[in-house]
């Protein structure tokens, strides 16, 4: 891989424990409404958490010196998995052991961000077995995946799905290789099933390449798309207006913090409405935060334990 892709354990998309196939038609709430959080005037700042490591309460935990308001408006669990059952020739989505505590233990993990108004949504990432979002055989595979996901959406009461097209490696288990009409008719599916609900696109792999097809372009579907490699800029290639889009991706602690306000800086003076940081982790990370914040809000983050 380029010295540019991003620091993301491979661990993080392997099998850790027994599939865990999803059940169908059951759904939670999600608690009480959230909370108004104070105002914030700024980009949309994304946290990225992997799961595996650390957990989704540490996005709750920073706020704006001036005025109290969340750093963070979207959370990221990190990260679900597509797999592929061999003797069904499906894709099925697949919680590992974390990824599965996070979701049992929505009460603690997930309600208390989404009572502060902080959106959390489920990453979805390959797992080495050839099943891809851009290798669906037909219409009816793609919106039988696509179910499974809006499913677990109703059933853990997220607020969403993010689409992350890496370490698929299609053709695995005799599976196919990417084709035009797979992730349009994924996303396709996946919007008419949660129509308010939050899609974003990590913008990477064959997928991100492959956004129309048959005289439909899925482009506008989406709520979010992201640069994928942190520590740089680039301006994901799909048409989505710039306040939906983060060509700034960070990743905490390990970008310096001179790049992270640099790229703040460019985000606010290009006119993009999204800011992507990446492993947010349990320890006092304010001076790492305040550096974008400064930035984009114009004040430094308070950590609380």
Do not use: C
Request: aromatic share 10%.
């Amino acid at each position: 891989m380029s010295t540019l892709v991003r620091s993301r354990a491979r661990m993080a998309a392997l099998a850790l424990s027994a599939v865990a196939v999803l059940a169908l038609g059951t759904t939670a709430t999600t608690g009480a409404a959230a909370a108004t959080a104070p105002a914030k005037q700024g980009p949309t700042s994304v946290a990225y958490v992997e799961v595996n490591n650390n957990s989704m309460k540490n996005v709750g935990k920073y706020t704006l010196a001036n005025g109290g308001g969340n750093v963070f408006d979207v959370a990221v669990i990190f990260a679900a998995n597509i797999n592929y059952d061999t003797s069904k020739k499906a894709a099925y989505l697949y919680f590992n052991d974390n990824v599965q505590r996070v979701l049992d233990n929505a009460a603690t993990e997930i309600r208390p961000l989404q009572q502060k108004g902080i959106k959390v949504v489920l990453s979805v990432l390959g797992n080495h077995q050839g099943a891809g979002f851009a290798n669906f055989p037909s219409q009816q595979a793609a919106s039988a995946f696509a179910t499974q996901l809006s499913d677990a959406v109703a059933k853990y009461g997220l607020d969403g799905i993010d689409f992350d097209d890496e370490y698929a490696e299609y053709g695995n288990n005799g599976t196919g290789q990417p084709n035009a009409s797979s992730f349009v008719q994924l996303v396709t599916a996946l919007r008419a099933n949660m129509p308010n609900k939050i899609i974003s696109l990590y913008n990477i792999g064959p997928s991100a390449s492959r956004l129309s097809y048959g005289g439909v372009d899925i482009s506008s579907k989406f709520d979010y798309a992201w640069n994928p490699y942190y520590g740089t800029w680039q301006v994901p290639g799909i048409a989505l207006p710039k306040s939906k889009l983060s060509p700034a991706a960070v990743e905490i602690g390990g970008t310096s913090q001179s790049t992270v306000a640099s790229l703040a800086r460019r985000t606010v003076s290009e006119g993009y409405g999204v800011y992507l940081t990446y492993n947010l982790d349990g320890t006092d990370r304010s001076s790492d935060v305040s550096a974008f914040t400064r930035e984009l809000y114009g004040s430094d983050a308070v950590y609380t334990p």
